[in-house]
């Protein structure tokens, strides 16, 4: 089998971190198979449609590492991949489906639907079409069906769901599903407009574009024997399904922002690594192994299977995220992390800075923090004097015979001529042993001139990385 997958959000907004993961999940079934990916855009519903959605879902996937073997950019034999771009195929087949019986003209108004369904709720039935009492061609006979039409009257086309037979698939998942006929509501397919409706232009596409597994959230299950009868009316053969557990809070309910960010496009604001929020993503439901957390993109493209995927709900936890975001800032390249960091250097006015010092300073701070840009913020020291000092650790630090103290230690850093980590350890160990005093009594008052600051990192290795000439300008300017 020649493997075929989809990605298929609509243009309505921002790229939800469900719909990164289900992207991410076709893509890695795509790859482990040799298969292809394809991205469609579902623009059929044109009230909910935003402007620049699809270019920005472009681009989030693109960040996170996801590409597309066909695409509306890329094109390929069975576009146009935008739904807009491809209704007379639907009129086309909604017509077929009238005339083959498996669907209806229905000419019912919103205040008609709306009454339908309060008498249902009074009654304590679930709301759903009711063919045998609406206005549709079943009522009102072909004669009156086919005058008003001509007469112009607005009319949707309904799917005619078999009440009786028991509509099953099996889930790659979840495993055997069934439901009874009666359960499933008479679809509308085509609306008054003549737009069609997700169901039918879904079915439409994923058969014309030869998709052979659809992986998709767990919320459309209940769409799934629709979608069966879909093709069964078509004649058509079915896909594979595959429905994915939903993305939880801490607290278990469904991931919404009400309760913080679920915008892809907010996660890398803040500075998450690609890598380490793509591998933070694939495990939100799946693992390829019980001992291991951390996974390359090649090797979840190696070990993914879409039978080890769970069936329940996965805790989107945004403590393991920061962490998985820090072991990757302490594993991936120096040079690589700089790239990164180098442009956002100008929105500090840090002037300019070599790669090769910007690399200095991110190894300096890798063990300390957990986004890449909190080196601009916590170890802004490093890019330019101290323009403030922490008034408690001065105080704390700063006694009246501090400077006095020190000033012997300062001049002993004027001769040393290696500026490294090893030799400045050393110089402050014999000052410290000669005088009796302990490291902490001039630890502190270092940091305090190099950095104005209570936490930092190793201070000799701070000082070696600022260099000397600095360091001691800033003693200079200091002591006064």
Known sequence: MNIRVRFAPSPTGFLHVGGLRTALYNYLFAKHNGGKFILRIEDTDRTRFVENAQENLIKSLRWAGIEFDESPEIGGDFGPYIQSERFHLYKKYGTELIENGSAYYAFDTAEELDAMRERQQKAGIAPKYDRSVMRNEFTLGKDETQKLINDGTAYCIRLKVPHNDEITFTDLIRGYVSVIGRDVDDQILLKSDGFPTYHLANVIDDHLMGITHIIRGEEWIPSTPKHILLYKAFGWECPLFAHLPLLLNRDKTKLSKRQGSVAVEDFVAKGYFKEAFVNFIALLG???????????????????????????????????????????????????????????????????????????????????????????????????????????????????????????????FRNINDWSHNLLHDATKQFVDANKLKLKDVIHPLRLMITGKSVGAGMFETMAVLGKKECIERFDEFMG
Not at 366 to 382: A, P, S
């Open 286 to 412: 799946w693992n390829p192994s019980a001992d291991r957390e951390i996974f390359d993109f090649q090797e979840l493209i190696n070990t993914f299977k879409l039978e080890k995927v769970n069936k329940s709900g996965a805790v989107f936890d945004t403590q393991k995220l920061d962490w998985m975001n820090g072991q990757y800032l302490k594993k991936l390249p120096i040079s690589y992390m700089a790239s990164i960091l180098k442009p956002e250097l100008s929105n500090f006015n840090y002037g300019d800075v070599s790669d090769d010092y910007l690399g200095k300073v991110i190894d300096l701070f890798k063990e300390r923090i957990t986004f890449l840009k909190d080196v601009l913020t916590f170890g802004n020291y490093m890019f330019e004097k101290p323009k403030e000092f922490e008034a408690d650790y001065k105080e704390k630090h700063w006694k009246e015979g501090t400077a006095t103290m020190m000033q012997p230690l300062i001049d002993e």
